[in-house]
């Protein structure tokens, strides 16, 4: 008996292990502190720990949710990508049995913690999973996949916000379009380590269809959008030097970001991806929480 439970928490260990690196579960540091910005800007401070704690149970649900639809219907795809050949999916290391009960489970979660939130999130949670599996099958057909990717994680700050104040509000949405051309500008960098495997394969992507120049101009472009948006998000929600410091050090670091890449050299790329990027919105969420408190 002892030995059977022994095997089976270990077999249950090793699969969260594997589903953790399936759904990347280290990318949560992208999305999850702008919910946390909207929360505490809602709340003018501390919400209360049912909120944070449902609004965090939320996001970690639908983006594991997200994450593990996307490797599903990528599969094929995936396992020709030399890239991306050693994903838990493609080695079968998880089945997509186990893969679709994952999702299952993710999207009751994430409708049950929206239930316990407010009615307007309870009805706008069904809207919230459908949006973020349709971002999967985009590049099948548009260009636009950066920014609808960029619209799924855009709506962290408005889920934030909606938690404790069920209205849609400015700042809020202002937040939504920093975060949509935050995320667009940075995915189009990451695209362009595939642009040769998409555009043999058929795949829509701004690197494939336009090449590396035009690529990294339109991503500077989204960057440049991403300080316009942040700047006035904070006017619209009267915070103060702490926040505007903060974002000015953002700039900073994305004007850093496209220094290290050239269409010459696209090697730091990864960093760029991952490393800044991952400092930029806990250095947004940490310069808010400090501007609202002091």
């Not at 500008?185 to 829509?204: H, N, P, V």
């Amino acid at each position: 008996m002892i030995d059977l439970l022994r095997d089976t928490l270990k077999l249950l260990w090793v699969n969260t292990v594997i589903v953790c690196r399936m759904i990347k579960i280290e990318h949560s540091i992208f999305a999850l502190p702008f919910a946390y910005i909207g929360i505490f800007l809602a709340a003018d401070g501390w919400p209360g720990i049912k909120p944070f704690f449902l609004l965090t149970v939320a996001m970690i649900a639908v983006r594991s949710f997200a994450m593990a639809f996307n490797r599903l219907v990528d599969i094929n795809i995936d396992s020709e990508n030399p890239r991306t050949r050693t994903r838990p999916l493609v080695t079968g290391e998880l089945s997509t049995f186990f893969t679709f009960c994952f999702i299952a489970v993710c999207a009751v979660i994430f409708v049950v913690a929206c239930k316990n939130m407010n009615e307007l999130c309870y009805k706008l949670s069904y809207f919230a999973l459908g949006w973020s599996a349709f971002y999967s099958i985009t590049k099948r057909f548009t260009k636009l996949c950066h920014f609808v990717l960029g619209s799924v994680l855009g709506l962290a700050p408005l889920a934030g916000w909606l938690c404790v104040d069920p209205q849609f509000t400015l700042p809020a949405i202002l937040f939504f379009f920093g975060v949509v051309f935050w995320v667009a500008g940075f995915d189009i960098l990451y695209a362009t380590q595939d642009r040769k495997f998409d555009r043999g394969r058929g795949l829509f992507s701004i690197p494939a269809s336009l090449g590396i120049n035009k690529s990294l101009t339109i991503s500077t472009f989204c960057h440049v959008n991403t300080g316009i948006f942040f700047l006035l998000a904070g006017l619209s929600a009267g915070l103060g030097w702490i926040y505007f410091t903060t974002t000015a050090i953002i700039a900073a670091i994305l004007v850093y970001e496209h220094q290290v890449i050239s269409a010459d050299d696209m090697s730091r790329v990864n960093m760029a991806f991952f490393a800044l990027n991952g400092v930029i919105s806990v250095l947004l969420f940490v310069g808010t929480l400090f501007d609202i408190l002091i």
